[in-house]
């Protein structure tokens, strides 16, 4: 049964700090990592992930994936309150880019 | 980007009576689309792979005659969650994969929110 797991469960800090997700997986057949920002609704796509060692970079916002200790990273630095959200790693498998979800990060950032 | 919307995003219903939950690609065509059920401070949980032109595929635990899918189009899918009961009020959301350069990449309806009295 494909598997993923993140870490922290729930975090909170305060503004202008730097944070790090952890999320490590179990699958067949790989194919892609992605993390999505929930805040209320449907989630919202940050990264995708296919290789290994290749930083992903968006504003604050980073992510790195390791295929050869199965496990991602999202890195928040200079956090502001609107980062307050669910962070959600999933994993794509097979040829039909079916996503397992990990249970997610609650992240809160206070003033 | 990809657009994938879904109606209703709010819907309360009685118990026993059956909600049909829609999910359209906007500018885009979908063979395949994902539907997807979220519990409160729970993770997204994969209920089925709907297939144009086929039967959806069930992940294990999902009951098929309770929900229904039927995918009519290249970019419409629907959930019919039939004789619902208060156990089945959840946040459901449809999914689509966006083929060509973003493979893997999924794009995600707005949910629709299911109480059931």
């Known amino acids: 049964e494909d598997k993923v797991v993140q870490s922290p469960l729930s975090l909170v800090v305060h503004e202008g700090d730097t944070v790090t997700l952890n999320c490590s997986y179990e699958?067949?057949?790989?194919?892609?990592l992605l993390w999505y920002k929930q805040e209320k609704k449907a989630p919202t796509f940050l990264f995708m992930l296919?290789?290994?060692?290749i930083e992903k970079k968006s504003g604050r916002l980073s992510s790195i994936l390791d295929k050869k200790e199965l496990f991602s990273i999202l890195n928040i630095t200079a956090t502001q309150t609107g980062d307050s959200a669910v962070y959600l790693c999933?994993?794509?498998?097979?040829?039909?880019?079916?996503?397992?979800f990990g249970t997610g990060t609650r992240l809160q950032v206070t003033l | 980007g990809a657009v994938v919307s879904q109606h209703p995003s709010w819907v309360i219903c009685k118990s026993g009576t059956s909600v049909k939950i829609e999910c359209r690609s906007l500018?885009?065509?979908?063979?395949?689309m994902f539907w997807y059920r979220q519990f409160p401070k729970q993770s997204l949980m994969l209920m089925a792979t709907s297939n144009e032109g086929s039967k959806a595929t069930y992940e294990q635990g999902v009951e098929k005659d309770k929900f229904l899918i039927n995918h009519a189009s290249l970019t419409l899918s629907t959930l019919t969650v039939t004789s619902a009961h208060p156990e089945d009020s959840s946040f459901y959301i449809c999914s689509a994969p966006l083929a060509g350069p973003g493979i893997g990449e999924l794009f995600f309806g707005e949910g629709s929110r299911l109480t059931v009295l």
């Open positions: 999933a994993v794509s498998t097979g040829t039909a880019s079916k996503l397992t």
């Open positions: 699958v067949t057949n790989f194919r892609s």
């Open positions: 500018d885009f065509q979908a063979t395949t």
């Open positions: 296919t290789s290994s060692g």
